[in-house]
């Protein structure tokens, strides 16, 4: 992919609309030279249109070769993932055209199509096949979307004049029951009426018969009273356990069920939490290493087994929770799962307005195998947003492992430099993904203490690696250069990586650098 090919209008739609706002942001907020050519805006808060005209105005006059690279490298990125989801899309059955015409669509908008058929060089004939399909997706989308509502509208349409009858229904007996009740009213009030002339009657004469008479009278009127409250409270109660409003209420709980299914997508969850669940493995307290070793067999090439292997022990002991890119994040939990849980681990997808304080305690709930955990955080990019749940993994003990996921490895570069002392990071080329052990691991018989290293500290110093805690949890540190600070230290910083390999003096650490730097 080359930016410079493309002409001036070309250039100006892959900047509006294939290149997100905040990725322009950050680009210049952590850039000050960059930054100065706003001409007195505020990086953080600049329209995209003026991030896109002086990033224009960089790159067509000036080629800017910071820019274009990360510019490039991003596009890049995105560019494997639309491959990856291609591949995707034709292991489940479809063709390559119409899985190449899914991957574009889901990841390009209809204004950027063209500038990415010109960088990827496709001739008029597959832009055509791939539009067409594309067309045809969405003719079906629309299709199957107005299917569905129609669907819907005639079983809301049918509910509905169910329930209008069934009110109907209801109402006519309400009333019927309004006319029982009025009737039995008046005539309870006639009752009262005959009982107090009775008793003016009775304090008018005083003879024994009379009173014998009244007593008589009394006990009929209360007996009539009593029958007509008891007919009334029956009455009631029938009402209140007819069929036909039990059946109102279960379509009306029919109703409230549905329509909370529809509006499911909508719902504005804070995380949800998925279970990767493996039933099959063996439990082990030793060979730790040796299992770690059964794990990684088929995941790298002969001479990065044991680089692999011992920054792996490394991170396993550490309480540092662990960055990685979402191409390899899949890889790493089922690599670190499948070492202490069984190949069992946790995924936290969180949203923008996630509660901390109620994830962790939802965390702090979730089942343990052999007293290990492994939790997979997505979405929590901004880390040093996340100090309460930073504070909380410092406090667990280390087998229970955190790992971070970020989009691209190439998002590192925009994180504080800090963020090297509280993470690890996992970035390298893997071989295979495929891993055939299962190991739930006891770490009752094999507690590290952290260690000081006077030869690894030579070389963070040669490296220009700035650690404010140098302790580490493996003698054999080679693994941790490899696979976190060197790459890290190489992203973040814009310093090839073979050159600060280069700059350790060590020739036995350089080596074993250079197995997984040069690959």
């Not at 997508?265 to 730790?288: G, M, P, R």
């Not at 893997?430 to 006891?442: D, H, L, P, R, V």
């Amino acid at each position: 992919m080359n930016l410079l090919e493309l002409n001036d209008e070309e250039l100006k739609s892959f900047l509006e609309d294939g290149v997100p706002l905040e990725l322009l942001r950050n680009i210049y907020v952590n850039t000050p030279k960059l930054a100065q050519k706003l001409k007195g805006f505020r990086p953080n808060k600049a329209a995209k249109q003026v991030l896109v005209n002086a990033s224009f105005s960089l790159i067509k006059t000036q080629k800017d070769a910071k820019l274009i690279g990360i510019l490039t490298s991003f596009y890049n990125d995105n560019n494997e993932s639309i491959k990856k989801r291609q591949k995707e899309h034709e292991g489940q059955g479809y063709s390559e055209t119409i899985a190449m015409a899914l991957s574009i669509e889901e990841a390009t908008n209809e204004a950027f199509r063209p500038i990415y058929y010109k960088l990827e060089h496709f001739d008029e004939t597959k832009q055509k096949a791939i539009t067409e399909n594309i067309n045809i997706l969405n003719l079906i989308k629309n299709i199957s979307s107005e299917t569905i509502r129609e669907s819907l509208k005639k079983e809301l349409d049918k509910l509905n004049k169910n329930i209008d009858s069934q009110f109907k229904s209801i109402n006519n007996d309400v009333k019927k029951l309004k006319k029982q009740l009025a009737e039995h009213k008046t005539l309870i009030e006639t009752l009262n009426d005959e009982l107090k002339e009775t008793k003016k009657t009775i304090n008018s004469i005083n003879n024994e018969e009379l009173n014998h008479s009244i007593e008589e009278v009394n006990k009929k009127i209360e007996f009539s009273l009593k029958k007509e409250r008891e007919y009334v409270d029956k009455k009631i109660e029938q009402l209140v356990q007819n069929d036909v409003v039990m059946k109102l209420q279960d379509q009306i709980d029919f109703l409230k069920q549905y329509i909370e299914k529809i509006s499911v997508a909508s719902s504005n969850k804070n995380y949800t939490i998925n279970v990767v669940e493996n039933e099959e493995y063996e439990e082990f307290d030793e060979f730790l290493p040796e299992n770690i070793g059964d794990i990684i067999e088929n995941v790298v090439k002969n001479n990065e087994f044991d680089v692999l292997r011992e920054y792996l022990v490394e991170v396993i002991f550490s309480k540092k929770p662990i960055i990685v890119s979402e191409k390899n994040s899949e890889l790493l939990a089922n690599i670190i799962s499948s070492t202490i849980t069984g190949g069992n681990y946790y995924e936290v997808i969180a949203d923008d307005n996630c509660d901390f304080a109620q994830l962790i305690t939802e965390i702090d709930g979730l089942k343990c195998i052999s007293n290990n955990k492994v939790i997979v955080l997505k979405n929590i990019i901004n880390v040093q947003k996340t100090t309460k749940l930073l504070d909380y993994i410092k406090s667990r003990p280390y087998n229970e492992k955190f790992i971070f996921v970020v989009s691209y490895d190439r998002e590192l570069q925009f994180l504080a430099p800090e963020v090297i002392d509280e993470f690890n990071f996992f970035i390298g080329k893997f071989e295979s993904t495929k891993i055939s052990y299962k190991y739930a691991y006891s770490f009752e018989n094999e507690k590290r203490q952290a260690i000081t290293n006077g030869e690894f500290e030579k070389v963070l110093n040669a490296l220009d690696i700035n650690l404010d805690n140098k302790e580490i949890m493996n003698v054999k540190y080679y693994g941790l250069l490899s696979y976190s600070l060197i790459p890290f230290k190489s992203i973040h910083d814009s310093v090839d990586s073979e050159e600060l390999v280069n700059n350790i003096m060590n020739q036995s650490i350089r080596s074993k650098c250079e197995a997984v730097i040069h690959d």
